[in-house]
């Protein structure tokens, strides 16, 4: 799978968007970026997924670079709640293996 | 959602002995089951993947006969750590999926170890 790379930290205000980039430049045309979170001492929490359109649930929105080697996630409205590391992974929908590889991630600290 | 539970949610062991970890999957059958391990600060690694009534593919560098697992049902996967050691304390995840191939994986709320 392609490797990905996300700053180590950020910090976002309660209330405001946090916009947390990932770029993932040898991403093959059939991987798709994925998004988990971790809370501290907890297990993964899936947030979304996209292949190349922009995609929204309830819990975030994912904004992919036209040319794909880049992407955002977007938590348009952060509480302290989300205060957790975010891992942006890349993977082959369908593929032989099915795991997830994590990187280092981002630690979003929100603050009120 | 669906929902995976592991048991116990920490435990503590002296060296030597052996721990089992239970991973569950409470409403949906699980063809495949993962297991990481967490070490403080950092990310997760993936130590081996289990299906349902067969061997489990251990990644390069997690021993076999340490680490033993074993994914008897469709709901039920089991992490074996035997003899114990210090250095095995660490934050144990598991999580399942439905589909081998699907895009969601279901995580457990893991499981702190801790050998004294």
């Known amino acids: 799978d392609a490797k990905t790379t996300q700053p180590p930290s950020m910090d976002c205000a309660e209330g405001r968007a946090a916009n947390l980039p990932c770029n993932h430049s040898?991403?093959?045309?059939?991987?798709?970026v994925y998004w988990y979170r971790q809370i501290h001492s907890q297990g993964p929490q899936y947030i979304i997924h996209?292949?190349?359109n922009n995609e929204t649930n309830e819990m975030a929105s994912l904004i992919i670079t036209e040319d794909r080697k880049s992407s955002t996630l977007i938590l348009p409205h952060a509480t302290l709640r989300d205060t957790a590391v975010y891992y942006c992974i890349v993977r082959v929908y369908g593929g032989s293996q099915g795991n997830l590889i994590f990187g280092k991630g981002t630690k979003l600290s929100v603050k009120p | 959602g669906a929902v995976v539970s592991q048991h116990p949610s920490w435990v503590i062991c002296k060296s030597g002995t052996s721990v089992k970890i239970e991973c569950r999957s409470l409403?949906?059958?699980?063809?495949?089951m993962f297991w990481y391990r967490q070490f403080p600060k950092q990310s997760l690694m993936l130590m081996a993947t289990s299906n349902e009534g067969s061997k489990a593919t251990y990644e390069q560098g997690v021993e076999k006969d340490k680490f033993l697992i074993n994914h008897a049902s469709l709901t039920l996967s089991t992490l074996t750590v035997t003899s114990a050691h210090p250095e095995d304390s660490s934050f144990y995840i598991c999580?399942?999926?439905?589909?081998?191939?699907?895009?969601?994986?279901?995580f457990g709320p893991g499981t702190r170890l801790t050998v004294t």
């Open positions: 999580s399942a999926t439905q589909d081998r191939a699907s895009y969601e994986q279901y």
């Open positions: 996209g292949l190349k």
């Open positions: 409403d949906f059958q699980a063809t495949t």
């Open positions: 040898t991403i093959s045309g059939n991987e798709y």
